[in-house]
């Protein structure tokens, strides 16, 4: 395979006036007409070549024309070249495609009997020879002929009907936007109105049956519109946005202007069938599709390697919403539990890149928690370091001068520098450098003065050889032994390899709280006494290291538990229990308070430390610790649990769910001490999804037998998105050493279809989650894993690839799992004909 790199962008020779696409669906032979209006692009350097490339893959070339003469280009699998005239010609081709035999999901496919399209990063050229790069911007007039009621596409309609309509999109825009629907769909329909005034319709366009879960939807919608307007005041510039739910999909949801398209769990909710996570997850990407509308289309990418300056935008705006929408500090501390898991392995492992990449084989394998997640956290820096006035000055400035460019990074960071006058050289090292960096903090205290001295160091990686220093916000606070605030939240900016901070004019030498609101994406070393955490577990102001305070008191517990067998100390024990009673603090606060470390985030503190993990061990620790919080809970579990049953309507709301998930936690400590009883009575009377899985979970978990399973099986077999919660639930309940097992005999399941990714996802996602079972020592979840990875490859490698990545921290383990796992690698590398997708994760993995 070819690597590409960022080094070697050169612009388009020619500019894209206008794209006039006609398709004629049909299951296996679609035909798609384009015209394309080609011009010298000015900003190409150097003479117009005489022959054109255009990109085609799994296209049928049937007739072309330049300037109305047959011409007869020279074809190959990754596209063709064509002798082209001097100055502007028109490019006319015919071609054939089979969607029904598309089963990777990019370019036009079909989902039960839908057609569909998914054209990021580079679907467009599955549908027609096309110069498919995000910097060829273009005007598209489409229409459709096909035997549907409903006909979409992007922009506003020009004709509608049925099997016939005509769509134009006035604004311009690259391939990768261009977005194709028709199918036998429902609309449920609402309308905005803009701040000037402008009336736009809304569509959520769904099968028949699915009427009912598309309220939340358009609520988060609206919600998103009005939110966008008010903060970053972004107006929508449609007559019309439509959303369109599909079931087979790889990823959660597609911007396509003024047309997403979403994976069905990512749009549709009711009460019944999703959870209070299910709706935070909606309504968050959501607001990410529509916010792409101005981060992303309005201003898009010059290309793939700047893909963090979409999405590491449209992740932190969506955080905002969701801050603002829900809870500012559980959404901050349920961000950070979620980088730490994902984006901290990846950047601790064989898959280190930086935010901008600067090279690829396959850019659908970047779509990555490092471009999304800490390019999100890249932005989260940049707004804690300049100040919120200054954030949104630059970014307005940004959406001003930039507004219909395809632009980079150094576009981004300009105007920041142009509007703060700052230096943001330095700065920039956050999207070149790969690597999670360590930050270390050495306390000295003289008469009134503390002194803080950070140290940082980045890790080498494949990626980064040689890391230099980082700017870095740090976010301070002191506390006094008494609880007193001694200084308010300051954010000191860290620029060298050592630094030092000094605060006079103490009373006492306070407790220093820091990476307050976890200001920077760093794996922090501040050696504080246990009684010192305990402080800012009761005292901190700032809610994230409150939080963290004990997060870190029970990593040291568990740490203390894998490595000398100690007990868990019942003092802290007790303060989580305080916590846990503290009615003046937010349900949804104390539910995450509870939550102790999961065996990854230890296997990797372990390791770290230069120890190996041991997953069984891990296991076994986790167990304990749940006892013995059950144990600590007794006399309180029962009272907190009915405290916090949440009586009334059902809303998806934050009041509601926090409510629901702390009585859960105390349903999981109840069922474990006293069996499952209170769970077998709530999933009986559960009227909503979120607690009657929180109840199944129990049952399967402490109960003995298959009933509530069955039951569930038979009340949901024909909801696909429920459906997928009975697999993956199964698999994640399992005793480690069933836990291949059970997901061999869920593979052989009538309702298993690994050509649908939400169901596979359902299955291995579950499997690779569940730690003790995926590496267990037999090895067997590794072969499984292997095995259906390699039936899936020819089917779908953007999903294939993706799930890989499971293996990526093989080098943790001892040497016998070591083995067995690169055993696995080597033989999927092995196979025949294995995808781009695929080869680039596992050789990158293997190192
Ligand atoms: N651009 C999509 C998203 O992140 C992914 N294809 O919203
Ligand atoms: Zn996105």
Redesign the pocket.
């Known amino acids: 395979p070819k690597t590409i790199f960022l080094s070697d962008y050169t612009p388009y020779p020619w500019t894209v006036e206008s794209v006039n696409l006609h398709f004629s669906l049909d299951p296996h032979a679609t035909r798609v007409r384009s015209v394309i209006r080609f011009a010298r692009n000015p900003a190409y350097a150097g003479d117009t070549p005489d022959t054109m490339f255009l990109h085609g893959e799994q296209v049928k070339l049937i007739s072309a024309q330049i300037d109305g003469t047959a011409v007869d280009p020279e074809v190959t699998g990754e596209g063709l070249t064509c002798a082209v005239p001097a100055g502007s010609f028109t490019w006319e081709a015919e071609v054939e495609i089979d969607p029904a035999n598309n089963t990777a999901l990019e370019g036009l496919y079909m989902s039960n009997g839908m057609y569909c399209t998914q054209c990021e990063a580079e679907g467009f050229r599955k549908i027609t020879f096309y110069p498919d790069r995000p910097d060829v911007m273009s005007v598209f007039t489409v229409t459709i002929d096909g035997p549907h009621p409903v006909l979409l596409s992007n922009g506003n309609p020009v004709k509608t009907g049925e099997h016939h309509a005509e769509w134009h999109d006035p604004w311009p825009k690259p391939a990768y936007l261009f977005a194709l629907v028709a199918g036998d769909l429902v609309a449920h329909s609402d309308t905005f109105t803009t701040m000037n005034g402008r009336q736009v319709d809304l569509n959520l366009y769904v099968r028949p049956g699915d009427e009912g879960k598309c309220a939340f939807g358009m609520g988060a919608l609206k919600a998103s519109m009005t939110w966008d307007e008010q903060v970053y005041g972004r107006e929508y510039d449609l007559d019309l946005f439509n959303i369109v739910a599909v079931d087979d999909f790889n990823m959660g949801a597609m911007?396509n202007k003024g047309l997403n398209i979403f994976n069905s769990s990512a749009v549709l909710a009711s009460p019944e069938t999703s959870t209070d996570m299910n709706f935070e997850r909606i309504e968050a990407i959501i607001a990410?599709?529509y916010f792409?509308n101005w981060t992303?289309n309005r201003i898009t990418c010059r290309d793939w390697f700047q893909l963090c300056l979409?999405?590491g935008l449209?992740?932190y705006r969506d955080s905002q919403f969701t801050s603002d929408m829900r809870s500012a500090p559980v959404k901050r501390i349920s961000d950070v539990i979620d980088l730490r898991g994902r984006q901290f392995a990846e950047d601790q492992g064989p898959l280190a890149h930086p935010v901008r990449p600067e090279s690829f084989q396959e850019i659908n394998n970047f779509y990555t928690a490092t471009v999304?997640e800490k390019g999100a956290e890249v932005i989260g820096m940049l707004k804690t370091l300049v100040g919120e006035d200054a954030y949104y000055k630059a970014v307005e400035l940004y959406f001003d001068r930039h507004d219909g460019d395809a632009a980079t990074i150094e576009d981004w960071l300009k105007v920041f520098e142009d509007t703060t006058g700052r230096d943001l050289t330095q700065f920039k090292r956050w999207y070149s450098q790969a690597g999670t960096p360590r930050l270390s903090v050495e306390e000295s205290f003289e008469l009134d003065t503390l002194t803080l001295t950070f140290t940082q160091h980045t890790p080498p990686s494949a990626a980064t050889p040689e890391p230099q220093p980082l700017v870095i916000p740090i976010a301070i606070g002191l506390i006094y032994p008494d609880g007193r605030e001694a200084l308010e939240t300051k954010v000191l900016e860290m620029t060298k390899e050592v630094q030092s901070f000094r605060f006079t004019g103490l009373e006492d030498r306070p407790v220093a709280s820091v990476l307050r609101g976890f200001s920077a994406p760093v794996v922090l070393t501040h050696d504080l006494s246990d009684a010192d955490r305990m402080l800012l577990l009761s005292a901190d102001t700032d809610p994230f290291n409150r939080w963290e305070a004990g997060n870190m008191l029970a990593r040291t517990t568990m740490l203390a538990m894998i490595r000398d067998g100690a007990a868990p100390d019942p003092a802290f024990l007790n303060a989580i229990k305080g916590i846990a009673l503290d009615e003046s603090l937010d349900p949804a606060f104390r539910a995450l308070m509870i939550n102790w470390p999961g065996p990854a985030e230890l296997a990797n503190v372990l390791h770290e430390a230069g120890e190996v993990p041991d997953p069984e061990q891990l296991f076994t620790v986790g167990e304990q610790i749940r006892d013995a919080m059950a144990e600590t809970f007794a006399d309180a579990a029962s009272d907190l649990y009915a405290r916090h049953s949440v009586s009334g309507a059902y809303q998806p709301d934050a009041a509601q769910s926090g409510k629901r998930a702390l009585s859960n936690v105390m349903l999981a400590f109840i069922s474990r001490r006293s069996g499952t009883e209170t769970a077998q009575a709530q999933f009986d009377s559960a009227d909503n999804m979120t607690q009657q899985i929180s109840a199944l979970s129990q049952i399967l978990r402490h109960g003995e037998d298959s009933t509530a399973l069955d039951a569930f099986y038979q009340q949901w077999k024909d909801d696909r998105l429920v459906m997928d919660k009975w697999f993956g639930l199964q698999v994640s309940c399992a005793k480690p050493e069933d836990g291949a097992d059970t997901a061999r005999r869920l593979t052989d399941h009538p309702d298993f279809n690994h050509k649908n990714p939400n169901r596979f996802r359902a299955v291995f996602g579950a499997l690779i989650g569940h730690h003790a079972a995926f590496h267990h020592k037999s090895g067997d979840a590794y072969t499984l894993l292997a095995d259906w990875l390699i039936t899936l490859d020819p089917l779908n490698p953007q999903t294939t690839a993706r799930m890989c990545s499971a293996f990526q921290t093989w080098k943790r383990y001892d040497a016998d799992r070591q083995a067995r796992i690169l055993a696995e690698v080597e033989r999927i590398l092995a196979t025949p004909d294995l995808s781009r997708d695929t080869t680039e994760m596992l050789t990158r993995i293997k190192g």
């Open positions: 911007e990410h599709e792409h992303g979409k999405e449209t992740v999304y």
